[in-house]
C-alpha cells in the first residue's frame, strides 16, 4: 500500500526532517510512529500523503488522495457549522448532494455516538466530543488510509482509552490502514500492529518491528508481561534521546 524508497526531506533552515528511509507497508496494518518531538514524524505523514514534496528518494502509495484521511491533535471544526454539517463536509467537496451526504453520514455520527448532536456547535463540546466529529468526518470517506497525528494528545486518558477501544474495533471492520504518531508508548502499542521509532535530527527509524498481539484489543492487554517487556524496551530506545 505505500512503498517509500530513500524517502527523505531535509530543512536546511532548522536541520529537521527525515533522512533516508526505506519502508513498506501492506494493507489491512496498523502502524504506531513514536518518536521525540522534532525526528520528522508529522513530516514522515505529509510525504506520504502528498502534502510536502520529498526532498530525495520516493513514496508511492496505491491509495489516491481521496480516498486517504488525515486526524490532528486539534480537531479543526468549522465553528459556525453544526456537528452534521463538519461531518458531511469533505462529501460535499466532493461533490455529493447534501441529502446522500447525511445518509452517509447517519451511521457513522451513530458508530461514535455523536448522533445526538448533530445540530450542535463545536463551541458546544468536549474535546472528546469534538474528536468524535473529527473522526466521524475523517471516516465518513471510507478511507483506506488514515493518519493520525496525536489524535488523542489533548484528551483526558479515561476518553483516550474509550476513542482507543472504538477505533481499533472500527479499524478491524473497516480493512482499511492507519499510520498513527503517539507520544504514549501504551497507547501505540496497544492499537498498533506495527511499532516503527523515530530518533535523531533528521529523524531515522531505529526500531520496525511488528507487534503480534492479535486483532482484539482489549484494555486488560495492557496488564500483561509481555505487553509490559515491549514498552520497555520502546522506553529504553526513547529515553536519554534528544528533546
Ligand atoms: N516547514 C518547515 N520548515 C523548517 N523546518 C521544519 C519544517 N517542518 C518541520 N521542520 C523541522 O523538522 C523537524 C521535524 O518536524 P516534524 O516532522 O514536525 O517532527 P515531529 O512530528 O516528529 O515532532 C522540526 O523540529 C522542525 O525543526
Ligand atoms: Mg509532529
Known sequence: MILARGLGKRYESTGGGLAPLDLEVNRGQWLTLLGPSGCGKST?????????????????????????????????????STVEENVILPLRLRGMDRKKAFEKAIPWMEKLGILHFRTSHPSQLSGGLKMRVSLARALVTDPELLLL??????????????????????????????????????????LGDRVLVFQG??????????????????????????????????????????A
Not at 201 to 206: L, T
Not at 209 to 218: F, N, S, T, V
Not at 227 to 234: A, G, H, M
Request: proline residues 6%.
Open 149 to 190: 497525528d496525536e489524535p488523542f494528545a489533548a484528551l483526558d486518558e479515561p476518553v483516550r482509552i474509550e476513542l482507543g477501544l472504538e477505533l481499533r474495533d472500527l479499524f478491524l471492520n473497516m480493512k482499511s490502514t492507519i499510520l498513527m504518531v503517539t507520544h504514549s508508548i501504551t497507547e501505540g502499542l496497544w
Open 44 to 80: 514522515f505523514l505529509k510525504l506520504v500523503a502528498g502534502l510536502e514534496a520529498p526532498g530525495e528518494g520516493s513514496v508511492e502509495t496505491s491509495v489516491s488522495r481521496a480516498k486517504m484521511s488525515f486526524v490532528f491533535q486539534e480537531p479543526a471544526l468549522l465553528s459556525w
Open 201 to 242: 535530527r533528521p529523524g531515522k527509524v531505529i526500531l520496525d518491528e511488528d507487534l503480534g498481539l492479535g486483532a482484539e484489543r482489549p484494555l486488560s492487554l495492557r496488564g500483561d508481561a509481555r505487553f509490559l517487556s515491549r514498552v520497555e524496551q520502546c522506553f529504553d530506545l526513547l529515553k536519554g534521546g534528544p
